[in-house]
């Protein structure tokens, strides 16, 4: 199975919109939205049943046991992040870090670590269709490891024989990034034609190379700046990177996905090039060629 | 010598595992008493760090090489101070690198990616 | 009582719905005023406020500095931290630091008082002026595990922002970066947009918001002629939408451009600030009534 991941380093250049479409275009058996801060890929990808659900922990918490306290104030001076207030002795599990400086310092064993829950797991499937995905529970942090888990969710959910998995990547270039690049056959920059846009690609670019994984770069809005679109093409072409397609800025994507669809539901301008920059994508990723269906 | 191969079922069988860090469980081959265990991997569970744990139970357990097919930049320093020497496994089974590692067919690992740390904030 | 230098937090849960737009554009026609960035991984207000006479300030951490002299050997460092930030090589322990969280626990717990801690540089706060604003910039090198030192050390008094009102340019998302650039603000700006991805990450954001018992508003950004989901969400939830800045390509340009609008075009400069009046009118409404974290 190959796995084909969607980034953009930064958010709202319109990754998880073509994931969708890309989803339907293959009828892929096998999906995921590594985008656990902010999942968004099931709003366009109808799912009949509910999901199975598992609990994920993240970093343990401090936890002090008012009973046994003393209130010697030795875990509030010791501990490095606010995470206990001197006025209460409990601590805040939105600023602690699990460090176990507390419960090191607390001279009454009033203080021990407990397992906290970081967010949850998604699985669903319908027939031979799995669909991975998670959320982290809002302030926690471990989203990496998340990420890893909603990966292997997938691999290990999905069916002998499929061949292609689409991946919906996470914004940014750090470790959620890296942890969703793991294992990854070729991975699709969509790159927004702004100079903050232009500036993240390079960087998730520099990201990707170090996986070896095969790249390929789209250009979405392109016509909202087309010099901006052109500084795109060229670094592209300076350092031999696939340019796969450009997409141009279609209101009716916008309706689309307003209604949870993908833009290769409807007729319109922005999924005639999705249709043309599925179809380079898979000749990128299948060189010998495919039984995966390019879509009508 | 000992070898450490990174594994996803307690079997002879076993295919090698994607991952170094986070792979269920290693492997350990004594070449000159042809002794072979299985451990399970403590740092798959780790929020950060597991490629650092991971590198420590391969030092602690006493092998002198790795057989893995990716390894991120912190365990490839843990095991090279520790003179551990790493080498690209090829994908296939325990047996099938036991076999090309005593036939020297096994090139070094020389691609380390950056350490999948923990992000926590 | 009117409350003539707040601070007020731009979120937005993504990037891209436009906060970097708002906030560094409010901070423009505000007059004198202090523009914050707090987005460390990918700081862009500097791209456009092209800040002048810069200085820079190193941020650092503390991590641990083993003295081998009086290393025993115990262990004890390496299996306390939670983080894997040591390893024992060679019966020594060796430190990653990347991986440190700077909590101090292997200092405490060594018995032969062998580790130290020692300052590592992490990110820097880059400070600078354009025209009235005062740019506050963080950056965190990359290969970084994590910003907050330099949000906190951003969101510190300092003597340029007597008296002036502060514009907080968040990171997108809810994680610790968030929370931490919202500490201590009086309001909170959320920038929606119109679609279906935005109305969801709107709602992450406003139930966070919440939680810390901040007042805020909304501001609705690239609106179009039709039904706008997240203006539906607002009235839903009782969110006082504050301005809403049409869909319109000349603004999309300069942005992209790295050009500030409201510096650039009187119409653009005439929209921030009647969404800068709204705002300050409902900072001063809320500053009474809401509740601290």
């Known amino acids: 199975m190959k796995q084909l991941l969607i980034l953009s380093g930064k ?6 919109t073509v994931a969708g479409a890309f989803i339907r275009l293959s009828e892929a058996k096998a999906y995921a939205d590594c985008d656990v801060d902010a999942p968004n890929l099931h709003l366009v990808t109808a799912q009949a049943r509910e999901p199975k659900r598992t609990a994920y922990y993240g970093l343990p918490k401090a936890e002090i046991d008012a009973d046994r306290c003393v209130r010697c104030g030795r875990c509030e001076e010791a501990c490095r992040f606010q995470a206990i207030s001197a006025a209460e002795f409990k601590v805040d599990p939105f600023a602690c870090e699990g460090c176990g400086v507390c419960e090191l310092v607390c001279p009454v064993l009033a203080i021990s670590l407990k397992p906290a829950q970081a967010g949850k797991l998604m699985l669903y499937r319908e027939g031979d269709r799995v669909f991975s995905t998670a959320e982290l529970k809002m302030g926690s942090g471990t989203s990496g490891m998340l990420v890893t888990e909603v990966k292997k969710q997938m691999v290990e959910a999905s069916q002998e024989g499929v061949q292609l998995a689409i991946v ?3 914004p940014g270039i750090g470790c959620p990034v890296i942890a969703s690049l793991s294992g990854v056959d070729m991975v699709l920059i969509v790159a927004e034609p702004s100079i903050s846009g232009i500036s993240d690609m390079d960087r998730i670019i520099k990201t990707a190379q170090r996986f070896r994984t ?11 700046n087309l010099a901006n679109t052109q500084k795109i093409e060229s670094f592209c072409a300076e350092r031999g990177l696939p340019f796969v397609g450009r997409i141009p800025f279609d209101s009716e994507a916008v309706k689309a996905v307003n209604r949870g669809q993908t833009v290769v539901d409807v007729p319109c301008s922005s999924g005639s090039a999705v249709r043309e920059i599925f179809r380079e994508t898979l000749k990128l990723l299948f060189p010998e060629g495919v039984g995966v269906s390019p879509g009508a | 010598m000992k070898i450490a191969i990174p594994v996803d079922d307690k079997s002879l069988n076993s295919a090698v595992s994607q991952s170094f860090g986070r792979a269920p469980y290693f ?10 265990d299985f451990l399970d991997n403590g740092a798959v569970a780790s929020q950060g760090g597991a490629g650092i744990k991971a590198a420590q139970a391969i030092v602690d357990n006493g092998a002198k090489a790795l057989l893995a097919p990716r390894c991120g930049g912190n365990a490839e320093e843990v095991l090279r101070r520790s003179e551990v020497v790493i080498y690209q496994s090829l994908p296939g089974t325990i047996k099938e690198n036991l076999d090309a590692f005593a036939a020297q067919r096994l090139v070094l690992l020389s691609d380390f990616h950056p350490g999948l740390h923990g992000h926590e904030k | 009582m009117r409350n003539k230098s707040p601070k007020i937090a731009v979120l937005s849960g993504k990037g891209g719905t436009g906060k970097t737009l708002v906030s560094v554009n409010l901070a423009s026609v505000a007059g004198e005023s202090l523009y914050i960035d707090c987005d460390v991984e990918e700081p862009n207000g500097h791209l456009f406020f092209k800040p002048e006479r810069v200085c820079e300030e190193g941020i650092t951490v503390k991590v641990p500095e083993v003295n081998e002299d009086l ?9 306390f931290c939670k983080f894997h930030a040591i390893a024992f090589i060679k019966d020594k322990p060796y430190v990653f630091e990347e991986l440190c969280h700077s909590c101090g626990g292997c200092a405490l717990i060594c018995p032969d008082q062998a580790i130290d801690e020692r300052e590592r540089v992490v990110g820097r706060v880059q ?3 354009s025209g009235g604003v005062r740019v506050s910039t963080g950056v965190l090198n990359t290969g970084e595990a994590s910003g907050i030192p330099i ?3 951003l969101l510190e008094p300092h003597g340029l922002q007597e008296g002036l009102p502060v514009f907080i340019d968040c990171p997108p998302g809810s994680a610790c970066a968030v929370m931490e650039s919202l500490q201590g603000a009086d309001f909170c700006l959320l920038v929606g947009e119109p679609t279906l991805f935005g109305v969801h990450n709107l709602r992450m954001v406003h139930d966070l918001v919440r939680l810390f018992g901040k007042p805020e508003g909304v501001v609705l950004n690239k609106c179009l002629a039709e039904e706008n989901p997240a203006e539906l969400f607002c009235l839903e939830k009782n969110i006082p939408i504050l301005g809403r800045i049409q869909f319109d390509n000349e603004l999309g340009k300069l ?14 400069r005439k929209l921030f600030a009647s969404l800068l009046e709204e705002v300050m009118k409902e900072v001063g409404h809320e500053t009474a009534a809401h509740t601290q974290r």
């Not at chain 1, 095969?214 to 809005?221: D, L, R």
């Open chain 1, 11 to 16: 958010g709202g250049t319109g990754k998880t």
């Open chain 1, 168 to 170: 919906d990547g996470s």
């Open chain 1, 214 to 224: 095969k790249i390929g770069v789209c250009s979405n809005k392109y016509d909202t």
């Open chain 2, 27 to 36: 492997f350990f081959y004594d070449t000159e008493t042809e002794e072979s």
């Open chain 3, 71 to 79: 290393c025993g050997g115990c262990r004890k460092c390496a299996d």
């Open chain 3, 127 to 129: 400070r600078g002026i």
């Open chain 3, 151 to 153: 949000i906190k050390r």
């Open chain 3, 255 to 268: 942005n992209s451009d790295g050009r500030i609008a409201a510096r650039e075009r009187p119409r653009f």
